[in-house]
Structure formats: structure tokens, C-alpha cells
């Protein structure tokens, strides 16, 4: 009767599109530091609470961030939305050079009304050099990301550090070997005058000159078309959540914000299927002015991102999704919501959960006439004379203990927005009864996908992201648990 329910639904060949590793052993995360203009435009803010949600995900790590502007609540600002997100130590540096833009519509509003230890007037604040020397010594070679959506100071005073404290390597040793990739918002492509080169001239020509790794750039004509933010028009949201204020101060109607820092936050962190491509190969200049020209061919490790249009709004639904998620950080251990338990003992009968029976109040509905169920934390258990789960008394025990090895299976190059599918990927050391299904950040079972035999080796589950009954879940916060021989193993994702 209870086991009915769990039959499997493996689904064998779908498109994915997002790929879950589950690791226990290994951390495979991409370190993440993210420089920002925080100051005139708000697109920044919605970059910002993109990589906050990437990071709850588990897919990044945020090390470090700068404000790349002259505007000195900037770096409050940036505090402010980690502070936010739960993670209120990432370390913030701000610009300290010439001045370039200082203005901001939002900036004041969001320091005034929400958290931040960052102060205001940017004084105690430390340039980025020694934060982003130190976020790079300290992470694996090849492991580190550079989202850039701003102005290009912060990138050459990097490059410009000598050997320290932190590191004997000067600034473009580290970038050469811990740096991954380079995900640069700037430019008109093949050419043209672009505001994050043109207000510090100086500083593009020398970045584009002299930076060692690949530099992809997201030029002005990608994000111009995504309008992104509207449904964080909304009072309620205004109140709690320093982005909504942002762009309600910045845009100050329910009309959205192009996604220029957005996009290139997302193409960095989810790569560019299905919606983008890159040039070819080229090598991208710029002359005194900041004006920039991309020449095809040259022998630079330059590109710029190609978009067509097409998909505006499969992309503008996914990015506004994903900025309405509710901030999840803090909870990714220890607070997490108690999953229901497998079975539950009273009256010296056993009981098993059953996500077949409906819960109403304290009344249970069970899937079969004659079965006795009992709710339970809202969840409806069913009497089950078979005892197939282990109760004392009033003690269940779920987890049997019997430990197994969960390997990834290379996280970043399988991370892949397709059509919302979920891809659970596992490997067992020995042949197991395993179980997968998939929770709600309520603990409510969403979806049954397996429950039988498996032999030793890679296996994966896809969940098709519809509920049990068949409808397509919202998005948010998931548990996918693999129950291997009794003992549970739980991994949070986001379904974006
Ligand atoms: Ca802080
Ligand atoms: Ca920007």
C-alpha cells in the first residue's frame, strides 16, 4: 500500500537544465568576487542578489566584493545586501582613486533603512587590493571567478600589487594562477562608447592590455532588451528586502530595469546555453577616450557575448524568479526545516509516512479505503502492520547508519538552465535499496522519483519539476534526499 506510492518515475532521456552535484567529500564550488559600480545604476543591485541566490544554491562561494565608484555609501550598500542574504562578513573594499561617479538615486535610501557594519562614509573601508589578493592566495589555483560591472580600477590596482603579507606573488602572478575566468559587463561590439570604459579611460586600455587570462565581455546591447525587477515593485517587498528599494527608489514606477550586471552575473556563474554565445575569438581595445573596438582574429584571449532577442521573456520570468527567492543562507545548516520523519510509533502500532494521504486540519484522507492514518506535524502517517521501519515506543529511527560515499561528478561544467529540469546525480560504492525524493523547504514531500534496487555506480535521478500531482512546482528552495540502505543523505538546491 505505502510502497504503491513510491514507485519509481525515472525518467531516462530529458534535457537538462540544471545540473545538482552532491558532494560530501569535496568542494567544488566556484569562488566567486564580484566588483560593482554600486552608485548610479541599479542593475548592479539585481547582479548582486543573482549571485546571493547562486550562492544559495551551493553553486559559489563569494569571497570578496568592491565598489568600483567614487560613491562612499557604495560599499554600505553592498553590505547591506549581504547583510540581507545572511552573509554579513564578505569582505568589502571600495575605489580608492581618482574621482569617477559619485551620483546615486538609491544608494542612501537602502543604507539609511536596512543593516550593514560597512560605514556610510566609506572611511574605515579598505581598497579592494589587499581583499582581493588575499580572496585569490587563499583559493584553489584555476577556482576563482571575476564578475566585473563597473569601472576597471580596482582590476589594474590588482594587477599593479606587489608580492606582501598576503602572498610574495605580485597581483598578476595570483591572477594567473587562481583565476578561472573573467566575466566583464562593458563595450559595443565590434565597436563603440560604453559608459563602464568610457569613465576611466586609463583604467580599460590597461585592463584590456594587460589582463593574463580570458576575458569575456557583455556588451551594452545584451541586457538592453531584459527588463528585469517588476515584480519588485511591490510595498511589502519595499519594506523587508534591500533590492525591491532599490529599484523602486532607482526606477520609481513598476517598469523594471534593463539587465546588462545581471546577465553577466548569470552567464558567469550558469554559462551561456541555451540563450547565448560567444564571438570568436579577438582582441578588444580601447583608446583614450574609453571608446572600444573587438577585432576578430587578433591573438588576444578576448570574446563578446552574442544574444539575439529571442528569448527576453523566458529569461526576463527566470531572473525576476530568481530575485523574488526569499534569502536562504542562513539556514543552509543546522536551521534547515526538519524533514518529517520516515515512520512514527504510538499505541504500539507503527506508522508510515504516506505523501498519498491528504492532511486537512487533523483529519487524514487516506489513498486506500480501510488504511488507519494518523496526522503528524501536519503530515499524514499510515498504520503500517508490515513494520517495515524501525519504532520504540514513541522513538522512530530513520537513519539506520550505514554509511555510503555520495561522489560529484563535476559540478561547473554540468550546470546547465534548460527547461527547469533537475538532474540528481550520485554514485553508490555497493549495490543498495536507495530512495529519492524531493522536499519543499516546508518538508512536504514534492516528488517520489525512485525507490528500489540500484547497483554500485553512477546513478541520477531527474526530477521533471512537477509536484505529485503532476502540476509544475513553484519556484524556490528544494531538499532532494537519497535514502541508501536507511541512512539519508539530503542536498538543498534551488529550482530556478
Ligand atoms: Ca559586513
Ligand atoms: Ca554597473
Known sequence: MIKATFHGKKVLFFLLIFFLSISFSRDNKLNVIFDTDMSTDVDDVGAQALLSHFADAGLIRLL?????????????????????????????????G???????????FVADAFEHDVSATAADVPNTVGLYRK?????????????TVGFKGNMVSLLDSYGD??????????????????????????SGHSWNFWNDPQATQELL??????????GDDVGLS???????YNDALVAQNPVALAYRKHVSYPHGRCSWDPITAYIGVLGLDPYFWLSERGCNTANSSGDNTFIVG????????????????????????????????????????????????TGGAAYELDPACT??????????????????DNHCYVKNNSVTCSCTADTCITDLGSPIVLIEKGLLPEVRMLNGKVNINYSLKKSAQVQVDVFDASGRLTAALYNGHQAVGQQNEIWDGNDMNGRTAPRGVYLARIKVNGSLNTVKFTRF
Not at 135 to 144: G, I, K, M, T, Y
Not at 226 to 232: A, E, Y
Open 64 to 96: 570578496a566584493m568592491g565598489n568600483s565608484s567614487s560613491l562612499t555609501v557604495g560599499g554600505a550598500v553592498i553590505d547591506a545586501v549581504n547583510h540581507y542574504y545572511g552573509r554579513p562578513d564578505i569582505p568589502i573594499g571600495v575605489w580608492k
Open 98 to 108: 581618482k574621482i569617477l561617479t559619485n551620483e546615486s538615486s538609491y544608494s542612501y
Open 135 to 147: 580572496a585569490l592566495a587563499e583559493a584553489p589555483d584555476s577556482s576563482v571567478i571575476f564578475v
Open 165 to 190: 603579507d598576503i602572498s610574495p606573488l605580485t597581483g598578476m602572478q595570483l591572477v594567473q594562477k587562481k583565476v578561472k575566468g573573467y566575466y566583464d559587463m562593458a563595450g559595443v561590439y565590434l
Open 209 to 218: 592590455s594587460r589582463w593574463p587570462t580570458k576575458m569575456v565581455f557583455v
Open 226 to 232: 531584459i527588463i528585469t525587477g517588476k515584480p519588485l
Open 298 to 345: 587578433q591573438d588576444c584571449d578576448h570574446y563578446f557575448v552574442k544574444y539575439d532577442n529571442r528569448d527576453d521573456a523566458k529569461i526576463v520570468n527566470t531572473l525576476d524568479s530568481i530575485m523574488l527567492l526569499p534569502p536562504t543562507a542562513v539556514k543552509n545548516d543546522g536551521t534547515w526545516p526538519p524533514l518529517p520523519d520516515e515512520c512514527y510509533a
Open 359 to 376: 492532511v486537512s486540519g487533523n483529519t487524514c484522507t487516506p489513498a486506500s479505503t480501510g488504511e488507519v492514518c494518523v496526522v503528524r
